[in-house]
C-alpha cells in the first residue's frame, strides 16, 4: 500500500520555483516526511525533511500541512541540474527506520 | 571522501552463478540497507541491519542473503543468480541522523 501519493512528471522553467506536491493522508503521528531526489541512475540524495513545523535548508523548503495529510517540496530557483525524480516518503525514526519508496515526481527543469 | 562504496560498479552473471555484493562506509553508521531498482521503478528494500552482526529481511527477500560482521562492511550474496535478480542494487547507510546516505550502485545483469 503505498503511503503517499506525487504526480508522474512536472516540468518547471529554470529559475522559476519547483514546487512539488505530496499527499500522505495516512500519516501517523510518530512519522516524519521525507524527501529524496535521484539525478539520472546515481543514488537517491537526501533533501529536507519534517514531523509538523515547516523546514527550510540550503537546498530546499518543506511545507506541511497543519493536518499533516500533505506537503510541498519548495526547490527556490530550479536550475537545469536539479532535472530529477523526487521521492516523498513517510516514515517513522526508528531503529530501522526502513524508506519505502514510491514511483517519485519525474521533474523536468527546461531552458 | 566519506561516505558508501558499492563494489563492483558492473557485473554480468550467468544464470546460477553466484555472487557478492559489498558495501562498505566509513561514516561509523549503526544502519545499512540493500535495495534494489528495476527499470521505471523505485527502490525497494531487501534486507537491513540495525548494527554489527544484526540482519532483517526488508520487502524482496527472497534469493538474497547478507551478512554484517563488521560494522563498516555490509555484504549482499547471491547463491544462484536468476535473469529476475537483473537490477541495480544500492547500498545505504544512516547513523543517528535522519538522513540516509546511498552509494552510486551496483548494475547487475543475469543472463
Known amino acids: 500500500d503505498a503511503k503517499t501519493t506525487q504526480p508522474t512528471s512536472m516540468d518547471c522553467a529554470e529559475g522559476r520555483a519547483a514546487n512539488l506536491p505530496c499527499n500522505h493522508s495516512?500519516?501517523?503521528?510518530?512519522?516524519?516526511v521525507y524527501w529524496y531526489r535521484q539525478i539520472h541512475s546515481q543514488g537517491p540524495q537526501y533533501i529536507i525533511h519534517g514531523l509538523k513545523n515547516n523546514e527550510t535548508n540550503e537546498m530546499a523548503s518543506l511545507i506541511i500541512t497543519e493536518d499533516r495529510k500533505s506537503s510541498t517540496l519548495i526547490l527556490p530557483h530550479a536550475t537545469l541540474r536539479d532535472t530529477a525524480v523526487y521521492y516523498c516518503?513517510?516514515?517513522?525514526?526508528?531503529?530501522?527506520?526502513?524508506?519505502?519508496f514510491g514511483g517519485g515526481t519525474r521533474l523536468m527543469v527546461k531552458p | 571522501n566519506a561516505g558508501v562504496t558499492q563494489t563492483p560498479k558492473f557485473r554480468v552473471l550467468k544464470t546460477g552463478q553466484s555472487m557478492t555484493l559489498l558495501c562498505a562506509q566509513d561514516m561509523n553508521h549503526e544502519y545499512m540497507y540493500w535495495y534494489r531498482q528495476d527499470p521505471g521503478m523505485g527502490l525497494r528494500l531487501i534486507h537491513y541491519?540495525?548494527?554489527?552482526?544484526?540482519?532483517a529481511k526488508g520487502e524482496v527477500p527472497d534469493g538474497y542473503n547478507v551478512s554484517r560482521l563488521k560494522k563498516q562492511n555490509f555484504l549482499l550474496g547471491l547463491e544462484s543468480a536468476a535473469p529476475s535478480q537483473t537490477s541495480v542494487y544500492f547500498c545505504?547507510?544512516?547513523?543517528?541522523?535522519?538522513?540516509?546516505?546511498f552509494g552510486s550502485g551496483t548494475r547487475l545483469t543475469v543472463v
Open positions: 545505504a547507510s544512516r547513523g543517528q541522523g535522519y538522513g540516509y546516505t
Open positions: 516518503i513517510v516514515a517513522a525514526y526508528n531503529a530501522g527506520n526502513m524508506l519505502t
Open positions: 495516512t500519516i501517523s503521528g510518530n512519522e516524519y
Open positions: 541491519s540495525v548494527g554489527e552482526g544484526t540482519t
